[in-house]
């Protein structure tokens, strides 16, 4: 009985993975074809004469590599930013008693709801003041700036669900705050620290608007940005422009899979309080 049950849900979660993974192969197949092929029409999902020789070339031909580098270098900075920053704020929130700590609570929660694109403006005008335009040291800050709400959220959550009785009891053996937060918590916040790593990763590797503004040198553009500047205003080369989306979604496919058990872990350990 209980095996029929579960077949609903497993054809559910079935249709939401294809929904997900057909573009993706929808585009490894584009990427395999020659400029001719990707017009022809009925349209086959692997052509006879497929090759990878888009690959070669795009990453040969192209600027590709600086990109990724620029993507990885970008990503990775503001992801150590944000949990610099983000982790003891969580901390604080979550087990310090104080005025208006609810308020701060409740500011982080409405800081989700407002769109970056709607402070595009003011964004710009504050880096330039900064003199930070068209560097990745100011597209780092805005990004942390924007994922600090979200992170500082998500890890309070971390924090509320640990046990009590560990922080008393490492209150009892003289340890102070500092030293409870640095022995006891942290060690604990492994599984949720790498959900929320992962998280931010894939925002700031796949983020394309504040960077298209901040950012005006061909030699510092990330992936988004550069796979911008492929496309022509007279004809664009579909099948390089495949070629070279794919290679920049590679990255973060592989490390989710690499990651993925830390991610599952952090969810669920999220989901309880102890």
Same mark, same amino acid.
């Given at each position: 009985m209980k095996k029929r049950t579960d077949r609903p849900m497993q054809l559910a979660? +079935? +249709? #939401? @993975? @294809?929904a997900f993974l057909l573009p993706q192969l929808w585009l490894f197949s584009l990427s395999t074809k020659t400029k001719a092929q990707v017009y022809e029409y009925p349209p086959k999902l692997i052509s006879d004469s497929a090759s990878l020789r888009n690959y070669a070339a795009v990453i040969e031909k192209t600027q590709i590599p600086f990109y990724l580098w620029n993507s990885a270098r970008v990503a990775v900075l503001a992801t150590a930013l944000t949990l610099l920053l983000g982790i003891p704020a969580a901390y604080v929130l979550s087990r310090e008693r104080f005025? =208006? =700590? &609810? %308020?701060?609570?409740?500011l982080f929660l409405a800081a989700q709801m407002v769109s970056p694109l709607i402070l595009l403006v003011p964004i710009y005008g504050l880096v330039a003041k900064l003199h930070l335009l068209d560097t990745h040291a %100011?597209? #780092?800050l805005v990004y942390s700036a924007i994922q600090i709400p979200f992170t500082v959220v998500v890890l309070k959550s971390f924090f509320d669900g640990l046990p009590t009785s560990l922080f008393e009891a490492a209150r009892l &053996? %003289?340890?102070s705050r500092f030293s409870i937060f640095r022995l006891v918590a942290l060690p604990l916040l492994g599984p949720g620290l790498a959900s929320v790593a992962i998280f931010n990763l894939a925002a700031y590797w796949s983020e394309f608007c504040l960077a298209l503004v901040l950012l005006d040198s061909q030699a510092r553009f990330t992936i988004p940005v550069g796979l911008f500047s492929f496309q022509s205003g007279y004809e664009t080369e579909w099948h390089l422009v495949a070629a070279a989306s794919f290679i920049g979604l590679l990255p973060v496919l592989l490390a989710f899979i690499m990651l993925q058990r830390f991610f599952v872990a952090g969810l669920t350990a999220g989901a309880t309080k102890g």
């Open positions: 979660l +079935l +249709l #939401v @993975a @294809a005025k =208006r =700590r &609810d %308020g701060i609570v409740f %100011g597209l #780092v &053996d %003289g340890c």
